[in-house]
């Protein structure tokens, strides 16, 4: 159920992100950072970014992304129980 | 001890994965088009569900574009609703400033009999009205008749002590002087029958759908809009159609003016077009900046001047 979750909201934060729906996109994103951490989410906008052409300028998603995940890394433990995620339930 | 292990092997292990993140980004900059072949491939389904939502007119798609279409569209017209309140504020504004500056000049309102319709062109001939005042209420044949406050109908063609004839402005052979707002030309004006007059207008001057039409000798004349142009190039003129925006068949009550209210000398129409034109440049809530303004007219009288 958990996989299905992820990998449901992972094709969602995709098709957001294609569809422009740059709100729900950033939800799901948030969703998914806090449920199942960041780290999946930096390959994914290095892919975005290449899809785009960005890498032949300046890559910002993949820049952020990295960003993101440092951040989400670091306020996770402190949002959700510990405890938890001490146990593993929330880990990736 | 272990706590402080555990706290290092998950540092460790973000430096790591941030290591790798960064190197996948610098290789991308060194090997953009690897990367985007690479992204091309990998993202094709999710390019052909996009592709599939945007295009497709299966339900669900179609369901989707309509639901985004239509809330847009609420939202247009929702923006619309608010510049067309604003602008009925404008107008009432305007109204109330012509009231108050007619008054200071001493202008008084025209007095004008309301009148109930009895008889239509369905009991009459076409282009004929019957109202339900006369003579003995001050009636005069010639007066103007209106709908509301400024949209001429017609004229009093006969009087009865107790009832009256109008005659419209779309009767056949009527002929009126007019004057169209927008491309700004005084025309001639005749009637068709059926409620359609029409406008004689030169080749090349700029008429179009939408523009006002006013009897200048007729205070206050507006009497309809351009509703159709017909315009043939091999033609020395055009065809402006004029149709009342309210139909004969739901008109009810109408207000009969006196017959002052209709010029007769040419300096008097003149006078009047002279006054629309002048008045359609008159912008409302524009407020002018006074110093640069005022400078430029200074340099330019005295441009003229040192001429």
Redesign the interface.
């Known amino acids: 159920m958990k996989i299905l979750t992820a990998i449901l909201l992972y094709?969602a934060i995709?098709?957001a992100v294609?569809?422009n729906w740059l709100w729900l996109g950033g939800l799901f994103v948030f969703i998914f950072s806090l449920r199942f951490g960041a780290?999946t989410l930096?390959?994914l906008a290095?892919?975005?970014?290449?899809?785009f052409?960005n890498?032949?300028h300046w890559?910002y998603l993949?820049?952020f992304?990295?960003i993101w995940?440092?951040f989400i890394?670091y306020l996770r433990p402190k949002i959700l129980n510990p405890n938890l995620v001490k146990n593993g339930v929330w880990q990736n | 001890m272990k706590v402080q292990s555990r706290h290092n092997s998950s540092k460790k292990r973000?430096y790591q994965?941030?290591l790798i993140?960064?190197l996948?980004?610098v290789m991308?900059?060194f090997?953009?088009k690897i990367?985007?072949s690479?992204?091309?491939v990998?993202?094709y389904p999710?390019?052909s569900?996009?592709a599939w939502?945007?295009e497709s007119s299966s339900l669900v798609p179609s369901f989707v574009r309509e639901r985004i279409s239509l809330a847009n569209q609420i939202k247009d017209l929702e923006n619309e609703l608010v510049k067309a309140g604003r602008i009925d504020v404008t107008q009432e504004r305007l109204v109330e400033e012509n009231i108050q500056l007619r008054s200071l000049l001493g202008i008084n309102t025209e007095e004008r009999t309301a009148a109930a319709i009895i008889a239509r062109p369905d009991e009459l001939p076409y282009d004929l009205l019957q109202i339900d005042r006369g003579s003995n209420h001050g009636i005069e044949v010639g007066a103007p008749v209106f709908i509301g406050r400024d949209i001429v109908l017609g004229l009093v063609v006969h009087t009865a002590p107790n009832y009256s004839f109008v005659e419209l402005i779309t009767t056949p052979e009527f002929r009126a002087t007019a004057f169209i707002s927008g491309p700004d030309v005084v025309v001639n004006m005749e009637g068709l029958g059926g409620g359609v007059a029409r406008v004689l207008v030169p080749q090349g001057v700029p008429m179009s759908v939408g523009n006002l039409v006013y009897l200048p000798s007729v205070e206050p004349g507006v009497f309809g809009r351009i509703s159709y142009v017909e315009n043939r190039p091999t033609q020395p003129q055009q065809y402006g159609y004029i149709t009342p925006e309210i139909p004969i068949s739901g008109l009810h009550r109408v207000a009969v003016g006196k017959l002052s209210q209709i010029s007769q000398s040419a300096e008097i129409i003149d006078e009047r077009i002279i006054e629309l034109i002048r008045n359609k440049l008159q912008v409302p809530d524009v407020s002018v900046g006074t110093t640069s303004s005022s400078s430029r007219l200074d340099g330019a009288q005295a441009g003229v001047a040192e001429e």
């Open positions: 094709s995709i098709l294609f569809q780290v930096i390959p290095i892919l975005i970014d290449g899809y052409g890498f032949h890559p993949s820049i992304s990295i995940y440092i890394d | 973000r994965i941030v993140a960064v996948f980004v991308g900059l090997l953009p990367i985007s690479v992204a091309s990998l993202l999710v390019h569900t996009s939502l945007n």
